[in-house]
């Protein structure tokens, strides 16, 4: 069976905010460092399932719901953002639904990603599918990468 991939619904809300706060989650994350609240994710979660121009996807494999992919459309490019669900990590999950992703979203000319230095996983899936660094951010210990299709 292979993994799919469809838009979020309402009714994945308590996944993915169990997911937002799962701790590998918090320390691989460039936007913040502390658990967020379910009335704050409540209302990011619905920004994206209600946005014409930004997607939340849920991936599942058979019956059970592997992680997420936001993208966020910018004018020229897509921002791609992921994460595993922590019972599924270290089994290619991350490489096979990005790949799904880009597959399905390949209209744009790109896609790029940001990722702490130390993210050695999400690293090496973006380097995987193609990805190259196109700037290093010292300050923040971040990669931007880009994918030129």
Excluded: C, P
């Excluded at 994710?41 to 997420?68: D, E, R």
């Excluded at 999950?93 to 799904?100: A, C, E, H, M, V």
């Excluded at 209209?107 to 790029?112: G, H, N, W």
């Amino acid at each position: 069976m292979s993994i799919t991939i469809r838009k979020a619904k309402i009714s994945d809300l308590l996944k993915t905010f169990e997911w937002a706060n799962e701790k590998e989650t918090i320390k691989n994350s460039i936007e913040r460092s502390k658990k967020v609240s379910l009335n704050e994710h409540t209302k990011w979660f619905k920004n994206y399932i209600f946005s014409k121009h930004n997607h939340l996807l849920i991936a599942s494999y058979k019956t059970q719901l592997i992680g997420l992919v936001r993208i966020d459309m910018k004018k020229k490019y897509f921002f791609l953002s992921f994460l595993v669900d922590k019972d599924k990590r270290n089994k290619s999950f991350g490489y096979r639904i990005l790949n799904k992703v880009i597959k399905k979203y390949k209209k744009k000319k790109f896609f790029q990603a940001r990722v702490k230095k130390n993210n050695l996983a999400s690293n090496l899936i973006f380097k995987k599918l193609g990805f190259e660094i196109k700037y290093t951010n010292q300050i923040k210990k971040t990669y931007l990468y880009r994918l030129v299709l």
